[in-house]
């Protein structure tokens, strides 16, 4: 199913105290191991493709999106940088910030994961296992934008942007795929130790 972002109905904005009141369940995330909750391609600007299983590769990231081709990070050589291939966000988050499962693809992130995201927990380099697939998460910071704001409220931007929100990375991480591999909605990730 191919949702258009534009015509989607945005969320109720939360104001900052009700985001700074979801932080205690964002933060009960588990650590060592979650789970993939929801795989987003975005095929088109603005075009949301859910889908059960998606495959990842180190020359595409998510088959399917369109990563390789608007990527505005580059290479030297003017490929596009891997650093940005692939991007999660914490589910329980995205909860917060929706209320509503149907407008998670609202945020555009790939990956929706049950798992700590946090710097702490996940530094760059850090690298977990979904399937045989591998990723390693990488320096670039993924912060609330202009788009993240007409979406989910200045609020919800200030929230992702603070201090406590880069370092709990609530707006996401980006990763790079080491090793290929299919994963699906449900799969278990085992981070390394």
């Known amino acids: 199913m191919i949702l258009d972002v534009q015509t989607s109905t945005a969320p109720r904005p939360l104001s900052l105290d009700e985001l700074i009141a979801g932080l205690k369940e964002i933060r009960s995330s588990p650590s060592r191991g979650g789970t993939i909750e929801m795989i987003v391609a975005r095929p088109h600007p603005e075009q949301r493709q859910l889908l059960p299983q998606g495959e ?5 990231g998510l ?11 580059k290479l030297v050589d003017g490929s596009p940088d891997p650093s940005v291939q692939v991007t999660l966000m914490n589910a329980r988050c995205i909860q917060l910030l929706t209320g509503s499962r149907e407008l998670w693809p609202l945020a555009g992130d790939n990956l929706f994961v049950d798992l700590d995201l946090s710097i702490e927990n ?3 380099g850090a690298r ?4 045989d697939c591998i990723l390693e998460i990488t320096q670039p910071p993924h912060l609330g934008c202009g788009k ?6 200045q609020a919800a931007l200030q929230f992702v942007n603070s201090d406590e929100g880069t370092a709990q990375r609530l707006r996401g991480v980006h990763a790079r795929v080491v090793q290929a591999g299919t994963v699906a909605v449900g799969d278990r990730i085992e981070r390394y130790a």
């Open 56 to 60: 990842l590769r180190p020359e595409d």
């Open 63 to 73: 088959v399917g999106d369109r990563w390789r081709t608007t990527c505005t990070l």
């Open 122 to 124: 996940l530094p760059p």
């Open 128 to 131: 977990f296992q979904i399937g």
């Open 148 to 153: 993240f704001k007409r979406r989910f409220g």
